[in-house]
């Protein structure tokens, strides 16, 4: 446990200075505002462009390697909001509905605000469905499926609920886009569905879902389709037990994923998903290091700051380093998850500021061409937008004092263990001086020392509110005195305190069966362990474990 609390306490020194980073960052913005209203006349030039152009301009802003996804954002915006205007010919309305499918796409892949990812993607199926657009609403279905993909990848607290709401919108993408003869779409979700067998296990659950497959008609000599087929054989070949054929047809996979696009990038995604792939069968099959040298293969392939994919290999790096008993690699890799997912709240936090920004300049421009009155309405947006970064500021510095406290508090759980373990000798001699006159011999306290063990061990009995020493006495056939006597030489604590640790010890169990008590509260939890209240249990678990039971059952859910 102190290896661990010592990792989890590095991990909070270094988020309270990443959040001192941060404010520095929002000071950044605040000078960065007055500098973008110097290309005002920029955006009152794209808000003229045809919506063709604009999309095509923020796909290469979207796909270049320089850092332009802001002005991706505006071109979509543009484009989107012109749905609003009405009188649309229909072709415009398709266009509006890329741009809001692109805009969802945008924040879920590069800013991590799922929040609004879902909103521009919702936002879209509606204008889609209204429209009857069925090819669109399929892919967006798509799209839907792979923001709760993500957004479980990244290790999120209710990860299984995602997976689930990301297989029906699958399903849904994948009959409507046999409805209209989609091929990006099927193929797609084909790899989805072999994805998600494959990185869960849960290989029965989809395996009907990837069978259609083999009935798609198309020109089979596309790269697409030759590599979704080697991912789909992959999952064949585990329905049918058979992992090394499996792996043999991930790496196949590979060659057909060089020729699907000219986009580094989406290479890169690619490859790792193969690699990340192998990995999860290699470990099912205990061959753990060459599960980690293929994740390291993608680690190392990974040339740009692919976020979500860079978590979930620390993720799997930390698990697989672990069960190999690699101590130090594991807990590198166990603290890098968690300054990957820092930074991914990091961007999200960035993303929607940077948006606040675009939208800001975006409405600036369309003022200018309606109202032409461009300076005095872009003065007080640069006053609106500092008074928000002032107060957003000032939110930070009450986080960061927040952050102080909760980094106090693990640090007196810490040192009242350490004033524990050093009074324990002193104990041990006071100990032999009250029992001095005792007239059990050495043998005679072993023995009744696992009868106590025996009656403790068993959580039906500790468990009831009113267990006693008296009660242990009865039990253990002897007097209260003698077993408080071989508790106290034993453990060199009282009986009340021993029986509180091993409580907690079946509290810890409990937690982390989400099956057998997943649906009880702490209250209900602390009653069921014998505790008289919720605080009285809560303050125990801080005092043996170092955290509170909330923080621990989400721990066991990340390890």
């Known amino acids: 446990m102190s290896g661990y609390s010592a990792l989890y306490m590095q991990w909070l020194k270094e988020r309270s200075q990443w959040g001192v980073t941060m404010v520095a960052l929002w000071l950044c913005l605040v000078w960065t505002v007055s500098v973008r209203a110097t290309s ?7 808000a003229h462009w045809p919506s063709e152009t604009l999309l095509d301009k923020g796909i290469q802003y979207r796909d270049t390697t320089a850092n332009l996804a802001d002005s991706a954002l505006v071109c979509f915006s543009i484009v989107a909001n012109r749905y609003y205007e009405g009188k649309q010919s229909l ?7 890329k741009a809001m499918i692109s805009m969802g796409c945008m924040y879920y892949y590069l ?30 279905h ?18 299984p609920a995602a997976y689930q709401e990301a297989l029906r919108y699958f399903r849904m993408a994948y009959k409507e886009a046999c409805g209209s003869n989609i091929l990006t779409v099927k193929l797609n979700t084909i790899l989805a569905f072999s994805d998600y067998a494959i990185t869960t296990g849960q290989i029965d659950e989809v395996i009907a879902d990837v069978q259609p497959f083999d009935t798609i008609k198309c020109d089979f000599s596309l790269p697409k389709y030759q590599y979704a087929r080697c991912i789909r054989q992959a999952v064949g070949f585990l329905h049918e037990g058979n992992p090394q054929e499996a792996l ?25 998903t193969v690699c990340a792939l192998k990995a999860h069968i290699l470990a099912r099959m205990n061959h753990y290091d060459e599960a980690i040298a293929e994740l390291k293969k993608a680690e190392q392939m990974l040339t740009y700051d692919a976020k979500d994919i860079k978590v979930d290999l620390c993720r799997l790096l930390y698990l697989f380093n672990k069960e190999v008993g690699n101590t130090a690699e594991s807990d590198k890799y166990h603290l890098a998850y968690y300054q990957q997912k820092d930074s991914i709240l990091l961007n999200d936090k960035l993303g929607n500021i940077k948006e606040l920004e675009f939208r800001n300049e975006l409405e600036q421009a369309n003022d200018e061409i309606r109202q032409m009155a461009k300076r005095a309405q872009w003065q007080w947006m640069i006053t609106i937008t500092a008074v928000i970064v002032a107060l957003v500021i000032l939110t930070m510095l009450v986080m960061l004092w927040r952050n102080y406290r909760s980094i106090h508090a693990k640090n007196q759980v810490l040192y009242q263990k350490s004033l524990e373990s050093l009074s324990s000798t002193a104990t041990a001699k006071n100990m032999a001086n009250k029992y001095s006159s005792s007239p059990l011999d050495q043998d005679t306290k072993e023995e009744l020392m696992q009868r106590v063990r025996a009656v403790m061990d068993q959580p039906e009995v500790i468990c009831m509110p009113d267990f006693t020493v008296a009660l242990l006495a009865e039990k253990v056939n002897t007097k209260p005195r003698h077993v408080s006597q071989v508790i106290n030489e034993h453990y ?10 091993y409580r907690i010890k079946e509290a810890c169990r409990r937690l982390v069966d989400t099956q057998g008590y997943g649906n009880l509260s702490i209250e209900g939890l602390s009653a069921g362990l014998g505790f008289k209240s919720r605080s009285n249990f809560v303050s125990n678990f801080k005092r043996v474990v170092g955290m509170s039971p909330s923080e621990y059952k989400n721990q066991s859910k990340l390890g």
């Open 40 to 46: 005002t006349d920029n955006y009152q030039q794209w």
């Open 91 to 97: 072709d415009e309305v398709r266009n509006s509905i």
């Open 111 to 140: 800013y991590f605000d799922y929040e609004k990812a879902l909103y521009y993607l919702n936002e879209a199926l509606q204008v889609a469905e209204s429209h009857g657009q069925t090819d669109m609403v399929a892919s967006i």
């Open 142 to 159: 798509y799209d839907l499926a792979n923001l709760y993909t993500v957004y479980a990848q990244i290790g999120r607290a209710n990860a």
């Open 248 to 272: 043999a047809s991930l790496d196949r996979s590979v060659e057909h994923a060089r020729h699907v696009s000219n986009a580094d990038a989406l290479f890169t995604r690619m490859f790792s």
């Open 492 to 501: 060199e604590k009282g009986f009340n305190q021993m029986l509180s640790e």
